[in-house]
């Protein structure tokens, strides 16, 4: 299976702050990495697809980059309804495989 | 408006099964693989089982394999999950969720139930 690292696993910032969040996958997995965001209670919503295509209606302030093994995902300009956490997930071999998740809180 | 409404869920003893079902609506369900991943309490997502859009292939985690079984009614536009066998660590929220752009399952949920949990416990 691919193993998917997080880091970090936890992070607090300011509102306006820029968010960095990176993904290590165990080998090479082209571009084939999403990013979803998970509030408290709810399903995960897609945010990223294929490691830097923005869904249809997600805010411009959130983006992805990398392929390979490396990806980083990031939030221009932190905002408080940004507080969630946050996985990557490979799609490029079964089992799919996500991260262990970054929570995202507001300093 | 696309629409994912699961249940089935409930409290089952170890050993016991349970049928979970999403009703879709909103899109051409036949046009798209479907997915479950569940959620334990507290913990990370993981991937349960994809079926691909005619239903004619399905895929399953090493977790579950043999003991769940993926299924869908295309003319019920509803996506089910045959679990037996069930044991202590399979409880969780069990999402169905919607391939982005392919009948294939390829991985990408655009997409998502609100979730039925699952408890396994005597």
């Known amino acids: 299976d691919i193993q998917m690292t997080q880091s970090p696993s936890s992070l607090s910032a300011s509102v306006g702050d820029r968010v960095t969040i990176t993904c290590q996958a165990s080998q090479d997995i082209s571009n084939y990495l999403n990013w979803y965001q998970q509030k408290p209670g709810k399903a995960p919503k897609l945010l990223i697809y294929?490691?830097?295509n923005l869904e249809t209606g997600v805010p411009s302030r959130f983006s992805g980059s990398g392929s390979g093994t490396d990806f980083t995902f990031t939030i221009s300009s932190l905002q408080p309804e940004d507080i969630a956490t946050y996985y990557c997930?490979?799609?490029?071999?079964?089992?799919?495989?996500f991260g262990q998740g970054t929570k995202v809180e507001i300093k | 408006e696309v629409q994912l409404l699961e249940s089935g869920g409930g409290l089952v003893q170890p050993g016991g099964s349970l049928r979970l079902s999403c009703a879709a609506s909103?899109?051409?369900?036949?046009?798209?693989?479907m997915s479950w991943v569940r959620q334990a309490p507290g913990k990370g997502l993981e991937w349960v089982s994809a079926?691909?859009?005619?239903?004619?292939?399905?895929y399953y985690a090493d977790s579950v394999k043999g003991r769940f079984t993926i299924s869908r009614d295309n003319s019920k536009n509803t996506l089910y999950l045959q679990m037996n066998s069930l044991r202590a660590e399979d409880t969780a929220v069990y999402y169905c969720a919607k391939e982005l752009r392919s009948i294939a399952a390829a991985g990408t949920w655009d997409y998502w139930g609100q979730g039925t949990l699952v408890t396994v416990s005597s």
């Open positions: 079926i691909s859009g005619s239903g004619g292939s399905t």
């Open positions: 997930q490979q799609y490029d071999n079964l089992p799919r495989t």
């Open positions: 294929d490691a830097s």
């Open positions: 909103g899109f051409t369900f036949s046009s798209y693989a």
